[in-house]
């Protein structure tokens, strides 16, 4: 799995991807990425996000625990070398559903309410994302909604 998912970024850094050829684990590797964006928005890496991270990863993608540390690993990395949202939100315009934008949005919603604190900036990078993908306001906030009452 590490080795796939190796050669996965190798491919998302090289571009060499075409729309017609969009990878389920590139789009997980995408949707992870801005999960952590969320959690490192508020410069305060809580073990609950972290937790909820992992969590998601397992339950939304269906990985084992092991496949899922090595994507956040992977997508931490990411994280820490992107300057910019756009780069992953023009990929999920172009390769996600509405469904997968909204179960984005949900779960992007769940890893800020895992410390039991929305911040604003975990609030505004949220909102950011979703107006880049074009989630209307009220499903949005319907997102919202669904994810703190799973909390």
Avoid: C
């Amino acid at each position: 799995m590490l080795s796939k998912l190796k050669s996965l970024f190798q491919s998302y850094v090289d571009a060499s991807n075409t729309p017609d050829t969009q990878d389920p684990l590139q789009e997980n590797l995408i949707a992870a990425i801005l999960m952590i964006e969320v959690m490192k928005s508020d410069h305060h890496l809580d073990d609950r996000e972290e937790q909820e991270l992992l969590t998601v990863l397992i339950t939304t993608f269906g990985l084992d625990e092991a496949s899922a540390a090595e994507l956040h690993e992977l997508a931490t990395s990411k994280a820490e070398e992107s300057t910019s949202l756009f780069e992953f939100t023009a990929q999920i315009n172009a390769h996600f559903s509405n469904e997968a934008k909204l179960s984005l949005i949900k779960n992007m919603w769940r890893i800020a309410f895992a410390d039991g604190e929305i911040d604003r900036y975990e609030d505004g990078v949220i909102r950011q994302v979703s107006e880049l993908i074009y989630v209307s306001h009220s499903d949005f906030i319907r997102m919202k909604i669904e994810a703190r009452d799973l909390n």
